[in-house]
């Protein structure tokens, strides 16, 4: 079966430090994405790869950063930390191109700034 | 660029009624579109999905959807609902023409509340 894990389901940092977020997909897919959800919102994609060492912007990369050295992980950086980027985060994982394929989801992880 | 409406944010309903959570989309080329469905606490899962052919599509836990290409929607049905369906429930789009990742487009999300 599909798996995507994200390595926390809850975090708290503070305002200004550097904030790694890390997800591991075990299906030898191509592609990897981080989303943000934030109520009313719905997800808005942040950075996607669509192989190792390959990084596109979403449409909010502003604030944040990735890095894809294995294909099966894919990490996404808060420089420095800000309140505002208190929100819930997404990866998911895909396979091959074309836009038929559906994006296989983490279960989240919650992280708070204070 | 693509755009998704799901114009109702929340749909309360009792447990065995019909249920209809609406999603229009705007595109000048023709999409891929998905249903998927986050419990709480949870990531996203697939319900459906529409590529081509028949455009009523039936998908997992007892969910279908019709997409309809010149009102430009794929509305998803259930004509009876249990509690456990509650949950939130997110169409989205893509491009065929994807060159590289399929990326999604996602709308705002509909809140089904299902009370007895």
């Known amino acids: 079966d599909v798996k995507v894990t994200q390595s926390s389901r809850y975090l708290v940092k503070r305002t200004g430090e550097k904030v790694f977020l890390e997800c591991v997909q075990d299906m030898d897919h191509e592609n990897m994405f981080w989303y943000r959800q934030d109520p009313g919102l719905g997800l808005r994609l942040i950075y996607f790869s669509y192989d190792v060492k390959m990084k596109e912007k979403g449409d909010i990369p502003e604030g944040y950063s990735v890095s894809r050295e294995k294909k099966e992980r894919f990490s996404l950086i808060l420089e420095s930390a800000s309140t505002n980027q208190t929100s819930m985060y997404l990866c998911a994982s895909s396979p091959g191109t074309g836009g038929n394929q559906p994006q296989h989801f983490g279960d989240g992880t919650r992280l708070s700034i204070l | 660029a693509q755009s998704v409406t799901q114009l109702d944010s929340q749909v309360p309903v009792f447990e065995e009624a019909p249920v209809e959570l609406r999603c229009n989309y705007s595109s000048s080329v023709s999409v891929y579109l998905f249903w998927y469905v986050q419990y709480p606490n949870q990531g996203l899962q697939l319900l459906l999905k529409y590529l081509s052919g028949s455009t009523l599509v039936k998908g997992i836990n007892g969910f279908e959807a019709e997409f309809n290409k010149s009102q430009t929607s794929f509305h998803l049905r259930k004509p009876s609902v249990h509690i456990s369906d509650t949950a939130e429930y997110f169409c989205?789009?893509?491009?065929?023409?994807?060159?590289?990742?399929?990326?999604?487009?996602f709308g705002t999300g509909t809140r089904l509340q299902v009370t007895l």
């Open positions: 989205a789009v893509s491009d065929p023409r994807t060159g590289t990742a399929s990326k999604l487009t």
